[in-house]
């Protein structure tokens, strides 16, 4: 028989959970997929899977130029700042667009991937999920594009690598894109190992070509589905992450390639979100004592985009 009053009592590993109010004040125009909703069907999913208790909130700070500046040149960032529109929009590419908002959500997302690093590098929790928008994977060292003006996890690398002094990082990126952006910066970074999986011949059209001494990109045809996707994270990530022995780990967590998401077209379902998620954390726990920050990128179909979610972080949690 135990007595309660005996037993130690041992606090739930809680993950982080970072976001901001003023993320969802950026918008591009009616119907643009790239939405508000988007962070509130999420959260709404949470609450009501039970999740959402389990999670550490966090308001997610603004970066500073200074770390910003870790990932971008410092004449895109005050260009940047300095063009956002008093009212209306001004428009970017074809698809991104800036409102009077958008420079205060963009620091925010980047600023949540600087705090999660500094959580889990500080022992406060194991792992965190930064539940931002706008996305950042497509935003090059010099360009915003794809609906991304600033590149959280780039910035919130950097941030591990120039301040924590971190060696190894490892940036793993399934979002059905490919995440040019990210490898823009990171790819003569040897200190970063990349690993991702997009559909070939979609936007942004490259990654196939990436595949340096710290790169990982694998391209995957048009309806490759579940099958196609696990083979190849077993086939090319996880031996390249186990050779590479990151200190941290990384996700570019982009739900696109949920089969019910029309941007893309991999047709993918939430059991291969839960199945990759634990793939990481085993490679993590492995590695880097279960140490993984995981930042929102795509994912446009609110009802897949939010259980999906809500697949990634209970395996982030340890809950599934
Ligand atoms: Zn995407």
């Given at each position: 028989m135990t007595c309660l009053q005996c037993t130690p009592t041992v606090p739930p590993v809680l993950t982080a959970y970072i976001t901001h109010?003023?993320?969802?004040?950026h918008e591009m125009g009616?119907?643009?997929?790239?939405?508000?909703e988007r962070l509130s069907a999420i959260q709404d999913h949470l609450l009501i899977k039970g999740l959402l208790d389990y999670l550490m909130p966090y308001d997610a700070p603004l970066a500073t130029l200074e770390q910003l500046g870790r990932a971008h040149a410092r004449g895109y960032i005050d260009e940047l700042i300095d063009s956002a529109p008093v009212d209306g929009y001004r428009h970017v590419d074809p698809d991104t667009n800036m409102n009077c908002h958008t420079v205060q959500a963009a620091l925010r997302a980047a600023g949540a991937a600087v705090l999660a690093t500094d959580l889990v590098l500080s022992g406060q929790t194991p792992t965190a999920f930064?539940?931002?928008?706008?996305?950042?994977?497509?935003?090059e060292r010099g360009a915003a594009m794809g609906f991304c003006f600033f590149n959280n996890v780039a910035v919130g690398i950097r941030h591990a690598l120039n301040?924590?002094?971190?060696q190894r990082v490892a940036l793993i990126d399934f979002d059905v894109h490919h995440g040019n952006g990210s490898a823009d910066i990171?790819?003569?970074?040897?200190?970063v190992l990349m690993c991702s999986i997009f559909e070939s011949g979609?936007?942004?059209?490259?990654?196939?070509?990436?595949?340096?001494?710290?790169m990982v990109n694998v391209g995957l045809p048009s309806r490759s589905g579940s099958e196609a996707f696990r083979a190849a994270v077993t086939d090319k990530w996880l031996p390249a992450l186990d050779a590479f022995a990151p200190q941290l780990i990384y996700v570019s967590a982009g739900?696109?390639?949920?089969?019910?998401?029309?941007?893309?077209?991999?047709?993918?379902?939430e059991a291969d979100y839960t199945w990759v998620t634990r793939q990481i954390m085993a490679v993590a726990r492995k590695h880097c004592r279960g140490r993984v920050v995981s930042c929102l990128e795509g994912g446009y179909v609110l009802s897949p985009l939010a259980r999906s979610v809500a697949a990634h972080v209970a395996v982030l949690m340890g809950a599934d």
């Open positions: 109010s003023d993320c969802a004040r009616a119907g643009h997929p790239e939405c508000p930064c539940c931002v928008r706008p996305p950042g994977h497509h935003a301040v924590h002094g971190l990171l790819r003569e970074d040897q200190r979609i936007y942004p059209f490259t990654g196939e070509a990436d595949n340096g001494p710290n739900f696109d390639g949920h089969r019910e998401d029309d941007m893309g077209n991999l047709g993918l379902v």
